[in-house]
């Protein structure tokens, strides 16, 4: 259950960028590599800021394949292959590790809301094919409409000696205590909820995966990297500094904001697709203010 010693720390979930539509793989390789050169631990790769469900199978693909290029043995690639179909899934975990990712992120099935018995045998059979690389369950059930239960992973435990972690996108903090009191310290929990960053940290998180670090790879980073070495003072001043950032990423729906704010910083293109729209002006009034408020130097 210990995993790789990799799998801590703060792994960037990636925006996938756009440019007239189609996705802009020369800025994607571009924004992994600022990602290995800030120090981040690992990047993920069309994970819900990644925009998958506007995304393609092979367009998935694609984006591990020019990760790993982009990263070049710098830091791990973590590919989000989960779908709500079943077999999608399966299909896309086998195509992610041939092509080389060093670890998969599986979302529970959205809209489908299956029973806990159903979860059991999704997650099972995707870690079968997985191949033996570190496979991480993602419980996000504001999205999922379905949330995995403490029982629920410790069954697939006992039947997947790969399943190696979860990403917990929600404020419930008793779920992480039951989770690594059930089955370990060594079972990595990872913080998908931004504004609880350093909260799931202080309670045994192995790591986050924050939207933020999109932005701020290094504070992130050094955020994670202060509780890993019990100075606790200067992750609690991190996460107040990035709180304001941290809550701005949900003005919208994710990556909305995030992408705009990317676009003033002059890090990356607003751009995303249907049914998602770009920033409106009350919005970027918003975003505007906040980073004025976070002295974030903009372009333009």
Same mark, same amino acid.
């Given at each position: 259950?210990?995993?790789?010693?990799? #799998?801590?720390?703060?792994? =960037? %979930?990636?925006?996938?960028?756009? !440019?007239?539509? @189609?996705?802009?793989?020369?800025?994607?390789? *571009?924004?992994?590599?600022?990602?290995?050169?800030?120090?981040?631990?690992?990047?993920?790769?069309?994970?819900? =800021?990644?925009?998958?469900?506007?995304?393609?199978?092979?367009?998935?693909? /694609?984006?591990?394949?020019?990760?790993?290029?982009?990263?070049?043995?710098?830091? +791990?690639?973590?590919?989000?292959?989960?779908?709500?179909? &079943?077999?999608?899934?399966?299909?896309?975990?086998?195509?992610?590790?041939?092509?080389?990712?060093?670890?998969?992120?599986?979302?529970?099935?959205?809209?489908?809301?299956?029973? /806990?018995?159903?979860?059991?045998?999704?997650?099972?059979?995707?870690?079968?094919?997985?191949?033996?690389?570190?496979?991480?369950?993602?419980?996000?059930?504001?999205?999922?409409?379905?949330?995995?239960?403490?029982?629920?992973?410790?069954?697939?435990? /006992? !039947?997947?000696?790969?399943?190696?972690?979860?990403? &917990?996108?929600?404020?419930?903090?008793?779920?992480?205590?039951? #989770?690594?009191?059930?089955?370990?310290?060594? $079972?990595?929990? $990872?913080?998908?909820?931004?504004?609880?960053?350093?909260?799931?940290?202080?309670?045994?998180?192995?790591?986050?995966?924050?939207?933020?670090?999109?932005?701020? %790879?290094?504070?992130?980073?050094?955020?994670?990297? *202060?509780?890993?070495?019990?100075? &606790?003072?200067?992750?609690?001043?991190?996460?107040?500094? #990035?709180?304001?950032?941290?809550? @701005?990423? $949900?003005?919208?729906?994710?990556?909305?904001?995030?992408?705009?704010?990317?676009?003033?910083?002059?890090?990356?293109?607003?751009?995303? !697709?249907? +049914?998602?729209?770009? @920033?409106?002006? /009350?919005?970027?009034?918003?975003?505007?203010?906040?980073?004025?408020?976070?002295?974030?130097?903009?372009?333009?």
């Amino acid at each position: 259950m210990s995993g790789p010693d990799w #799998l801590r720390g703060s792994a =960037t %979930p990636r925006i996938t960028p756009f !440019r007239d539509g @189609a996705v802009d793989y020369d800025a994607f390789e *571009a924004l992994v590599d600022r990602q290995a050169r800030a120090g981040s631990d690992a990047v993920v790769v069309t994970g819900t =800021t990644g925009e998958p469900t506007s995304l393609s199978q092979a367009e998935r693909l /694609e984006l591990v394949r020019r990760a790993r290029e982009a990263a070049n043995g710098r830091l +791990p690639v973590i590919a989000s292959t989960g779908s709500a179909n &079943h077999a999608d899934t399966l299909e896309l975990t086998r195509e992610a590790v041939a092509a080389g990712a060093d670890a998969v992120l599986v979302v529970c099935p959205a809209f489908v809301r299956p029973s /806990e018995a159903g979860l059991v045998e999704h997650f099972c059979q995707t870690a079968a094919v997985a191949d033996g690389i570190p496979l991480l369950i993602y419980n996000i059930p504001g999205r999922a409409a379905v949330a995995i239960t403490v029982a629920a992973v410790t069954r697939i435990a /006992e !039947r997947a000696p790969n399943l190696a972690g979860l990403k &917990h996108a929600s404020p419930d903090l008793d779920f992480v205590t039951e #989770l690594l009191a059930a089955i370990g310290d060594d $079972f990595r929990v $990872f913080c998908g909820l931004e504004s609880y960053t350093y909260p799931m940290l202080a309670l045994g998180g192995a790591g986050v995966m924050s939207a933020v670090a999109n932005l701020f %790879p290094e504070q992130v980073k050094a955020l994670c990297a *202060a509780v890993i070495e019990g100075d &606790h003072a200067t992750a609690v001043a991190l996460h107040r500094q #990035l709180y304001g950032i941290n809550r @701005a990423i $949900f003005l919208d729906t994710n990556p909305v904001p995030l992408k705009y704010m990317m676009q003033r910083c002059g890090v990356a293109s607003g751009e995303v !697709r249907l +049914p998602l729209v770009p @920033a409106g002006p /009350e919005l970027r009034a918003k975003l505007d203010r906040v980073l004025s408020e976070h002295q974030v130097p903009v372009s333009g």
